[in-house]
């Protein structure tokens, strides 16, 4: 439908996008994955967590938080804006953390976060 000559660069399959949620069970528990990125045992993913009440990270400053290996915070949505982060962003209960990470480090990021 969209080509480069419209400035569209990547295309994003919605029913690939939602059958995935769907897969992995619609738990706010689990960690969502938005996007895959690479093939077989290097595939890093971009991924989607909600911090949980009791979550490890609640209240915490990022300087302080201990990331799994190759993971970096893109993005926080919290009460309808989106920030980017820093070493002295606090992580509060109820944010949705974008995150670009490795096979490894989803396990890190569900453990922490949720």
């Given at each position: 439908?969209?080509?480069q ?17 769907v897969?992995?069970?619609l738990?706010l528990?689990?960690?969502?994955t938005?996007m895959?990125?690479g093939l077989g ?13 009791d979550a490890?990270?609640a209240?915490k400053p ?7 290996g190759?993971?970096v ?7 309808g804006?989106?920030?980017?982060p820093?070493?002295?962003t606090v992580l509060?209960?109820g ?6 990470t490795?096979?490894a480090?989803r396990e890190?990021i569900?453990?922490a976060?949720?």
């Amino acid at each position: 439908m969209f080509n480069q000559g419209m400035g569209v660069d990547v295309g994003i399959n919605q029913a690939d996008i939602l059958a995935r949620f769907v897969q992995e069970g619609l738990d706010l528990k689990d960690v969502y994955t938005l996007m895959k990125l690479g093939l077989g045992e290097e595939e890093h993913s971009i991924v989607q967590i909600e911090v949980r009440p009791d979550a490890k990270v609640a209240g915490k400053p990022l300087k302080d938080i201990e990331l799994p290996g190759q993971t970096v915070l893109i993005a926080i949505m919290r009460a309808g804006e989106i920030l980017i982060p820093n070493g002295s962003t606090v992580l509060s209960e109820g944010d949705s953390i974008i995150a670009f990470t490795d096979g490894a480090g989803r396990e890190g990021i569900r453990h922490a976060f949720a």
